[in-house]
């Protein structure tokens, strides 16, 4: 045992339930990633092309946040979004997990290039005021990573990738799960509400204004205290 094993385990059974529960579009496919922060440093993150059901414990990589190798299995890589999950951490003390995901109605605004709004607020407490649209590039490529390091700011726990699919982050696994979760329960509704051709009614500005205020002060706080033990 290694002290990244924990670390590893929690990427890994992850993994598995979202696999599990649709989350990566297909259940033999390999789309999608995970992976936990360990420290300031380096995290835990899923390797590239290998089905979930065959991986162990073993195949999940220590990742510095430079993106070189702490811990892995030498036969696999590393996934090819390590560097959209490095800087998120970097970027985001707040966030401890991050989940990208292909789930179905999510990804369908990522093809209609359509936020989601606030719409419930149990959601939005949780994912922000606004599920924003992070332009599209290439699976993998730094332009990607840079896209999404680009809308971070809005302190949001959920983001549709155009043309690609969806980020969840959270501060601890069950919340980044419930993220993934919450933002596919919204995104169906949204969806269905739309094809009705009425108006959609958002939450009132002043509800907006608070969540803004509350996931501003979450990440803040997170951010303050990182500091602090520094």
């Known amino acids: 045992m290694t002290k990244y094993d924990n670390y590893k385990k929690n990427v890994l059974e992850a ?3 979202l696999s599990e529960h649709g989350y990566f579009g297909s259940h033999r496919g390999t789309g999608g990633n995970v992976s936990v922060r360990i420290d300031e440093e380096c995290m835990a993150i899923t390797p590239s ?9 073993d195949d999940i ?3 510095a946040f430079d993106l070189s190798v702490i811990e892995g299995n030498g036969k696999l890589t590393p996934s090819v979004e390590s560097g959209m999950h490095s800087i998120i951490y970097q970027r985001r003390l707040d966030v401890n997990v991050v989940v990208h995901t292909h789930q179905i109605y999510g990804s369908v605004f990522s093809l209609i290039n359509e936020p989601i709004p606030a719409l419930f607020d149990e959601v939005s407490f949780s994912l922000g005021h606004i599920v924003e649209i992070i332009p599209y590039a290439l699976s993998g490529s730094s332009e990607l990573a840079n896209n999404v390091a680009g809308k971070l700011s809005n302190n949001a726990n959920a983001y549709i990738i155009q043309n690609h699919g ?3 982050l959270g501060k601890n696994l069950d919340k980044a799960l419930l ?3 919450l933002l596919d329960k919204v995104a169906q509704i949204y ?3 739309l094809s009705t051709g009425k108006t959609i009614h958002t939450l009132p500005d002043s509800t907006i204004e608070m969540i ?3 996931r501003n002060y979450e990440v803040n706080d997170a951010q303050g205290k990182k500091k602090v033990k520094k």
């Open 49 to 57: 092309s290998v089905s979930y059901q065959e991986l162990s414990v």
């Open 179 to 181: 993220n993934a979760e």
């Open 191 to 193: 969806c269905l509400a």
């Open 212 to 214: 803004m205020a509350v």
């Open 15 to 17: 993994t598995l339930w």
């Open 61 to 63: 990589f220590a990742l």
């Open 166 to 168: 969806i980020l969840s």
